[in-house]
């Protein structure tokens, strides 16, 4: 949705360039006998202020006032306002055929009163004022939609989030019974057979983690890693031999939250499509990593080369619509299908 959005907006700086400049340009054949000079003018004036324009939209407003540094976006403003009129009244002047000092001294002596007006009153500040003008009028614009857009997400978002818990609320045992009934297993099953009884214990651990704990927008991350870790060790249970299952750096990660439920289906898909080959190499990886700000998780199984790919799919394009809702331009998936390999990795800032 938001790269989708990012197009659009160059094709609207397109538009406003051209639509402005042919206006502009109108305007200018009023003040330039000749309509070659005029589009030339027209031309310097367009140039410098959508490049103001694009600076003070693409660059000062993510970078400065999305963070609330306020101060560093009015002086960056103005520092591209400044330099962006400066080279428009440079470059007119050059179109006439002279240095902005020598057409200064010399015009001011000749025409004093009528050139000191025009100089200062129409080139300098209306320079400076068509800049501010049209960055300022994108910056409104911009700051506009992305509020709109930012609202819509978190509406998204909360009817997604409503209709998951109807979900579970339609489908839920009562979890007290289910526990009891737990229970009872647990102690029925034979003193010696600790394998047994070490299942049921995972199994109520990720159930309990799943009924009481996620009904939070974020949990903390080693609850969610150690979720992904008992979940992989009760489905080891149903491998066979020849699938090898290994984990690294789960254990190590700490110190933030995270969306729950967003590891999970990456783990589920290593599980649903790993390869069955009865004489062949049959495994899974997971792994967990922070780099410079960034949570990295990735997965690699082994795949049946006949399998196919649309069906794998399905689940990650809901992984990543998640994303893009809760971590909007802060994650990236990769996926990388090679030697029979699907290898994914996941990547989230971490604030």
Request: net charge positive; proline share 2%.
């Amino acid at each position: 949705m938001l790269n989708h959005y990012g197009r659009k907006r160059r094709v609207y700086y397109l538009i406003f360039a051209i639509a402005f400049a042919f206006v502009w340009y109108l305007f200018k054949l009023g003040g330039f006998p000749k309509p070659l000079r005029a589009l030339f003018s027209t031309i310097i004036d367009i140039t410098f202020s959508i490049t103001a324009l694009v600076v003070t939209v693409e660059l000062l407003l993510p970078k400065f006032f999305y963070k609330k540094k306020y101060l560093q976006f009015t002086a960056g403003f103005l520092i591209v306002s400044l330099a962006a009129a400066l080279l428009i009244i440079t470059c007119q002047v050059g179109l006439m055929g002279y240095t902005l000092a020598g057409y200064y001294q010399k015009n001011l002596t000749q025409y004093r009163e009528h050139f000191y007006y025009w100089f200062w009153s129409d080139l300098v500040l209306g320079s400076y004022f068509l800049v501010s003008f049209i960055s300022l009028g994108g910056f409104a614009i911009r700051l506009s939609f992305d509020r709109i857009l930012a609202t819509r997400q978190m509406e998204t978002l909360e009817k997604e989030r409503n209709i998951a818990e109807l979900e579970t609320l339609k489908n839920q045992i009562n979890p007290h019974f289910l526990f009891n009934a737990l229970n009872t297993i647990y102690y029925k099953i034979d003193r010696v057979n600790t394998p047994a009884r070490l299942m049921v214990e995972q199994f109520s651990s990720l159930l309990r983690y799943q009924l009481y704990e996620c009904d939070v927008t974020e949990v903390e991350i080693e609850k969610e890693l150690k979720f992904i870790i008992n979940y992989v060790e009760l489905q080891k249970e149903r491998l066979s031999e020849s699938t090898t299952v290994g984990y690294d750096g789960l254990d190590d990660i700490e110190g933030f939250s995270i969306a729950p439920f967003i590891l999970m289906p990456v783990v589920e898909n290593c599980f649903k499509h790993v390869s069955q080959i009865k004489d062949g190499e049959n495994v899974i990886e997971i792994s967990a990593a922070m780099k410079d700000g960034w949570f990295c998780f990735e997965t690699i199984n082994t795949v049946n080369a006949m399998v196919s790919s649309e069906k794998k799919g399905i689940g990650l394009r809901n992984v990543k619509k998640r994303l893009e809702l809760i971590y909007p331009g802060n994650f990236s998936i990769t996926i990388d299908k090679a030697n029979e390999k699907f290898k994914l990795t996941l990547t989230v800032k971490i604030k």
